[in-house]
């Protein structure tokens, strides 16, 4: 009984340990930049300056059909597979537009680049290009994301949204920030466009 109780341990000490070194470097990873507005009870506002993002488009019309194969197109490019065979730092957070016509994911590219200085992806179905400056709403949730996740949210901010009076646009968009073998300390986001004045 104490031998499996020992080792019982050993595994729990063990996991912890495995990932608590996942974590330190993901805090490490750049994210993307931004400036928050105006913090409320469930949501906030945020204000994204333009940015540099390397995406793909996809018929996907969910988070699994689109997760898998978006990420490895997009891996492949900051991974080598583009003119320069250079490697790009993964930054945080992945983002997804998934929607019945055409969805996308977007990875951003290190605050370091530009689309001036990026090397040209071998792969055409990736395309490099900058963001909008944007007021943002973010909700945030833990845990790994799934579809049901993805709309509950959605619906979620979007009614916050209507009881403060706050106009939003554009595709309601999922953020995800960690990579798929961390399993504590999840961060998930879904964030839409929104009308704002610093009001």
Do not use: C
Not at 93 to 101: E, G, K, W
Request: proline share 5%.
């Amino acid at each position: 009984m104490k031998i499996i109780l020992t080792s019982f341990i050993i595994i729990i000490i063990t996991f912890i340990l495995f990932q608590s070194f996942i974590i330190m470097p993901e805090n490490k990873t750049e994210q993307q930049k931004y400036t928050l507005v105006r913090k409320y009870k469930d949501f906030e506002i945020r204000f994204y300056p333009s940015a540099t993002i390397a995406t793909i488009h996809s018929k996907a019309k969910t988070y699994k059909e689109l997760s898998g194969p978006g990420f490895r197109k997009l891996a492949g490019y900051i991974f080598g597979g583009n003119e320069a065979n250079t490697k790009i730092s993964m930054t945080s957070p992945v983002q997804m537009d998934i929607n019945d016509s055409l969805s996308t994911m977007s990875f951003i590219m290190p605050s370091a680049y530009s689309i001036e200085n990026l090397p040209k992806p071998n792969d055409s179905d990736v395309q490099i290009q900058n963001t909008a400056d944007e007021y943002i709403a973010a909700i945030r949730f833990g845990g790994y994301a799934s579809d049901n996740d993805i709309k509950f949210y959605s619906e979620k901010l979007q009614n916050l949204l209507k009881e403060n009076g706050i106009h939003s646009f554009g595709n309601y968009k999922f953020l995800g920030y960690n990579p798929p073998f961390q399993f504590i300390g999840r961060r998930n986001e879904i964030v839409v466009a929104v009308e704002w004045k610093n009001n």
